[in-house]
Each structure stands twice: as C-alpha cells, then as structure tokens.
C-alpha cells in the first residue's frame, strides 16, 4: 500500500539554528501535501501545506519544497525558537482526492535555549 | 474559529464493553474523520464520512464502527473493547481544501 516515511524522528538543535524534516511518499498521483505540529498534550494543528503545482511554500519562518519527480518533500524551520519544540508530523494525499491521507510517523523537534 | 470537540479527554472502560466516543464539529464540514494515534507509529486513518449516513474504511477498521447521523456529529464505536484499543483517539473535520482540523482527543486506557 501506500506510505510516508519521515526522518528523523527526533530533532535536537540550539535556538536560532535551522531544523529541517523530510519525508518521502510512494504514490505518484498524490497532489497534496499538509504538515502539523503537535505541541505536548495538544491536538495536531495544520502549519503549512503544499499543493503538487508549486515546488516551494513559505511562511514566516517555516517553508515547504516538494520534489515530485523524487517523491519528497521537507520542512525547513528557521532561526528556532523554544516554542517550536513540538511533534511535527507530515502527511501525503493517496492520489488527487484530499479525503485520504497518509501520515508520517512524526519528528519530535526539540529546541533547547 | 473552527471548533472540534470530543466527548471526553479520557476514558477507561473494561475488556468486552461497548464504548462510544463522540465528535462534533461546527463548521458545516462534509468530511469527518476518526484516527488512532499510536507512538512511532503516526496517525492512523480509522474511518472517514463524507456525508450524512456515508462512510469508508480507513487503513485500520478492524474492531471499530462508526454512525453519522447528522453533519455535525461523527461517532465512533468500539462494538466489544479489547486491551489492543488503549489509545489516542482523535476526531478531524475538513473542508473541501483538505486541511484537517483536529479535536483536542480521547485518550481511551482498556483493563
């Protein structure tokens, strides 16, 4: 079946340094492609998505690539902050429908001060 | 705002019990969604709905129904509750974009 790998599962840096997490999906028909970030004993709110007609998001400090001809995509974090330190998970459409899909097993990201 | 909310953040019920967890949402959203969230193992798609009285199987239906009845409401059903169930429950509506929103979880313990 389809899958998501995301590395690395966990994430250490210093505050101000840059935090990068990538995954990779199987399916070639997916098109969309959301990441969350849970902080501790909270639910997983959506930080940023990408759809497959642009190679490159950005928001403040966080922005997305998508490569589709290798099937990966990452989240880059800049200049880290304690309030970053969270569970971030990413997720990939099973084909061009939304209605499915498929997350990655989550990165716990800690920035320490 | 888009609002989410679940029945009970936590929840201990007995091997062999019927247990219910509910959601509801209050953005008119079609889609619902009932996932299981393990450690290292991610999110975990139990069942979807994308109308009233309309559902589909997720990656990991087995032991689980689920009603929806009206919009706003998407249940799930542990029909016999087992050990293997203890977990983070989350519920999710979303609009047509796709995005999920989350509700804050029901962290079910089975003895």
């Known amino acids: 079946g389809e899958n998501v790998e995301q590395h690395p599962s966990t994430l250490s840096v210093q505050e101000g340094d840059s935090a990068v997490i990538k995954c990779t999906y199987s399916?070639?028909?997916?098109?969309?492609f959301p990441w969350y970030k849970q902080e501790l004993g909270k639910r997983p709110q959506l930080i940023i998505d990408?759809?497959?007609?642009?190679g490159e998001k950005k928001d403040q400090r966080i922005a997305v690539t998508l490569n589709k001809t290798a099937k990966h995509f990452s989240l880059h974090i800049t200049e880290t902050q304690p309030e970053d330190s969270a569970v971030y998970f990413c997720?990939?459409?099973?084909?061009?429908?939304?209605?499915?899909?498929?997350f990655g097993t989550g990165t716990r990201l800690q920035v320490f001060p | 705002d888009v609002k989410v909310t679940q029945s009970s953040r936590y929840l201990v019920k007995r091997t062999g019990e019927k247990v219910f967890l509910e959601c509801v949402q209050d953005?008119?959203?079609?889609?619902m969604f009932w996932y299981r969230q393990d450690p290292g193992l991610g999110l975990r798609l139990i069942y979807f709905?994308?109308?009233?009285?309309?559902?589909e199987k997720g990656d990991i239906p087995e032991g689980y129904s689920v009603s929806r009845e009206k919009k706003e409401r998407f249940s799930l059903i542990l029909e016999s509750a087992s050990t293997n169930q203890t977990s983070m429950y989350l519920c999710?509506?979303?609009?047509?974009?796709?995005?999920?929103?989350f509700g804050p979880g029901t962290r079910l313990t089975v003895t």
């Open positions: 999710a509506s979303s609009p047509p974009t796709g995005a999920r929103y």
């Open positions: 399916d070639s028909a997916s098109n969309y």
């Open positions: 990408i759809r497959s007609n642009v």
């Open positions: 997720a990939a459409s099973i084909g061009p429908n939304t209605d499915k899909l498929i």
């Open positions: 953005m008119d959203h079609e889609n």
């Open positions: 709905s994308y109308d009233v009285k309309m559902k």
